[in-house]
């Protein structure tokens, strides 16, 4: 694995701390699919190849477990880790709840300038093709709708679950023009709910709007 080539396409290093840096780093390759589900991630290699001790490898290693995103074994190293189709049905189950919880809470203090940053991003969905474009904008449509939620909790396990869903969904929902389609339709649904102001409404095609995707889970995971 080129660990230099995706150091590459993370941000400066300047600003971060080392075990920062090696975290964002694997995390990046994990979230883009440049490091697959049971990969094995060797601590020297890694330390080698980013030029550094293996301390902030560890530690990124540990960083990233608390996230599952990486399974650290006894006496075995560590590998990327792979998740069932029970468990991401699962993550997209919880999603969904943590998610229309969160825009109940947002509708009452949506502004103008919100649904305007909302309607510049599906703008900006219709334009675009390519797929890490796409999720992008995905997850930038789903942060504003419920910023006003003011839940930097639920904004944390939200990051989580998303870097572990869309690894499996990329090719079956963003990579496919058709599915991306659907879903902008379905985004301008929501917010036209959230401009009226019907909570019930928005949220419950919000939660339809999330569950919709379990079907794009890759046959190939079991």
């Not at 006894?74 to 049905?89: D, F, H, Q, W």
């Amino acid at each position: 694995m080129d660990y230099k080539a995706l150091a590459a396409n993370v941000e400066n290093r300047d600003g971060f701390g080392t075990q920062e840096w090696v975290y964002r780093v694997l995390r990046a390759g994990i979230v883009n699919g440049a490091l697959p589900g049971g990969m094995q991630l060797k601590q020297d290699e890694i330390s080698a190849a980013l030029n550094v001790s293996h301390i902030p490898v560890r530690e990124a290693l540990r960083q990233l477990e608390a996230q599952h995103l990486v399974t650290i074994h006894a006496n075995r190293g560590a590998t990327v880790t792979e998740l069932s189709r029970e468990m991401l049905i699962n993550c997209m189950k919880v999603r969904a709840a943590i998610s229309i919880a969160m825009l109940r809470e947002a509708i009452p203090h949506m502004t103008e300038e919100d649904f305007a940053a909302l309607d510049a991003i599906l703008d900006e969905q219709r334009k675009v093709s390519d797929t890490l474009a796409s999720e992008k904008l995905n997850i930038r449509f789903h942060e504003v709708l419920t910023a006003k939620a003011n839940n930097p909790i639920a904004d944390m396990l939200m990051e989580i679950i998303q870097a572990n869903i869309n690894r499996y969904l990329r090719s079956g929902f963003y990579g496919d023009a058709a599915e991306r389609e659907v879903s902008v339709v379905e985004h301008e649904n929501i917010l036209a709910a959230c401009k009226a102001g019907d909570a019930d409404e928005a949220v419950k095609l919000l939660q339809a709007h999330i569950m919709d995707a379990a079907a794009l889970i890759p046959e190939s995971v079991r």
